[in-house]
Each structure stands twice: as structure tokens, then as C-alpha cells.
């Protein structure tokens, strides 16, 4: 039976998970680790892909990505065969290093991104790495001391990822902090919205400022109105929603009442129509 293409496109969040071939260690020692963190660092520059999350483990890597223009599959082509031969040649060996190919699950919303951000960076507490939530913190070979601020490093979007958990930082990593308590409780993340998504503050905000400067019902903007002018607001919404607070466009789409697609495409044209609001064009300047 053929392959089913994956559902890829801009914006799309991925849970992905690599394996080694029949089980085997893709790490051998911190040397390996370091390596694949080196290169999983030059990935975001060379295919606009934001990395929200992951955890190294001897026998499999689980990565929380959001994709940019370049297919996922091109991104994770170059991390498979990038570390696959600097690992062969550095222990020797021939033959696959990976078990067939990658496994990516899509996340829908801010419920299912907190719970597998939860679930990729508490593996070495599962698997008895490490003994605590203090010791997960030191811990380097998981996005976990990033998000909290314990470790300092452009490997994560940690401003996208901490968007899923509240509207600052500070605010984020508490709220962050009280989620991880649980990751014993919960052996898996949720595939469809176990749980209510936390409110977002900075959509609700934009769509009252945006609806202001461009004088339209906010009303209009979300309950489905075709107007011209609506359109064009509620593609600026969605420019700064998606590229400026780095909101999951499903989620914003469900607020704005349009499709996932059309979240994507108005973020992409919403810039002229935010720039003519007088908004922010970057989260430097929020």
C-alpha cells in the first residue's frame, strides 16, 4: 500500500518522534548529543522550522515543531541524514541508523501543545534519568530548562511555545511549573482536547484594537461577515495572532470562525492591512 502524504503545511504543529532501527542507540554519550542539538540548531535558519519542544533519549528523539515554508520532511531529511553519517563514521558502523521514517502527529490547539510539551520533556522522568522536577531543570538534553529560564539558548522558539501557557513569561513558566507536577498522572497527551484550551488574551486584544483603528464590529470579525472591510481586519488579526504572538492558528481560527487554511493565508497577506491599523509588525515591539 502507498505511503499517505502528511498533512504539512506552514504553521502546522508536529509531535515527532525518530527511532533508532530495530531499537538501537542513535546516542552513544554526551559527544552524540551534543551533536544532534549543533545541528537541530542550524535547522530553523536553514528551513524556518521553530522548534517548541524536545527530549534526547539513547534510542529515539521527540521534537514539537511548527512548520515554515519548507516542508517538514525536507527539514527532518537533513537532521536524519546529517547525524545518521556523523554517527556511522564516528562509531564505525554501516547501514540505517533510523527506523524507517519519522512518525509526525499534528496538534490542533493549545490543550493538546501544553499536554505534549508536558509529555516530550518529562521522558527522562519516566525513564528515571533523572529523579525531579529540580533535576529536569539542569537537565540538558530536553527544551525543559529552556522554557523555564534555567538555561538560555536559541535552539527554542521559547516565545512560541510559552504562548500555549499564558500571555507573559513570568506567568507562562509559573502556570508551565504547576502543569509539569502531573506528568506522572498523565501517561499520554491528549489527541483530541482532553482538556478546555486557556484563553488568549493577546487574540482578544487585537481583535477589539484591530476592529477599532479599522471601524468594524468585533462582532462582525468573528461571526462570519464577508464584508470587505471585516475580511481585511480579520486578516490583520491573524497576521499579528500567528507571526507576532506566535498563537496556534487552529485556535485562532476557531476563535475568528474561519478555517485553518484561511488563518494562514490571511497571516500572510494581514501584514499590509495590520501596517495601515498603525499595530506591531514584531513581538520586539508588544
Not at 522536577?133 to 527544551?143: D, F, I, Q, V
Not at 527554542?156 to 507573559?168: I, T
Not at 468594524?216 to 464584508?227: L, Q
Request: positive net charge.
Amino acid at each position: 500500500m502507498p505511503r499517505m502524504p502528511r498533512r504539512d503545511a506552514p504553521g502546522v504543529v508536529h509531535h515527532v518522534m525518530l527511532r533508532g532501527a530495530a531499537q538501537s542507540d542513535i546516542f552513544r554519550d554526551d559527544v552524540d548529543r551534543a551533536s544532534f542539538l549543533e545541528r537541530l540548531a542550524l535547522v530553523p535558519q536553514e528551513c524556518s522550522l521553530a522548534l517548541l519542544a524536545f527530549a534526547l533519549m539513547s534510542n529515539h528523539v521527540h521534537l514539537v515543531t511548527r512548520t515554515g515554508p519548507t516542508p517538514l520532511a525536507r527539514a527532518m531529511a537533513r537532521i536524519n541524514t546529517g547525524h545518521a553519517l556523523y554517527f556511522n563514521r564516528r562509531h564505525g558502523r554501516v547501514g540505517h541508523l533510523f527506523q524507517n521514517r519519522y512518525k509526525a502527529v499534528p496538534i490542533e490547539d493549545d490543550a493538546q501543545l501544553r499536554a505534549v510539551i508536558r509529555y516530550v520533556h518529562a521522558n527522562p522522568l519516566a525513564a528515571g534519568i533523572v529523579r525531579d522536577l529540580a533535576e529536569l531543570e539542569a537537565y540538558p538534553w530536553t527544551g525543559h530548562a529552556l522554557l523555564v529560564g534555567a538555561r538560555s539558548s536559541d535552539l527554542l522558539d521559547v516565545h512560541a511555545a510559552l504562548a500555549a501557557f499564558g500571555e507573559s513569561a513570568d506567568a507562562a513558566r509559573a502556570v508551565l511549573r504547576d502543569f509539569m507536577c502531573d506528568w506522572n498522572v498523565v501517561k499520554r497527551y491528549p489527541l483530541h482536547g482532553a482538556s478546555a484550551p486557556l484563553r488568549l488574551p493577546q487574540l482578544e486584544s487585537e481583535i477589539e484594537r484591530v476592529s477599532r483603528e479599522l471601524g468594524v464590529d468585533p462582532g462582525e470579525v468573528t461571526g462570519g461577515s464577508r464584508r470587505r472591510e471585516v475580511c481585511r481586519a480579520r486578516a490583520a488579526i491573524a497576521h499579528l495572532a500567528f507571526h507576532v504572538h506566535r498563537l496556534p492558528a487552529a485556535e485562532v481560527a476557531l476563535r475568528l470562525g474561519v478555517t485553518h487554511a484561511a488563518v494562514l493565508r490571511g497571516a500572510e497577506r494581514g501584514r499590509q492591512e495590520a501596517s495601515r491599523a498603525g499595530v506591531p509588525q514584531s513581538h520586539r515591539e508588544v
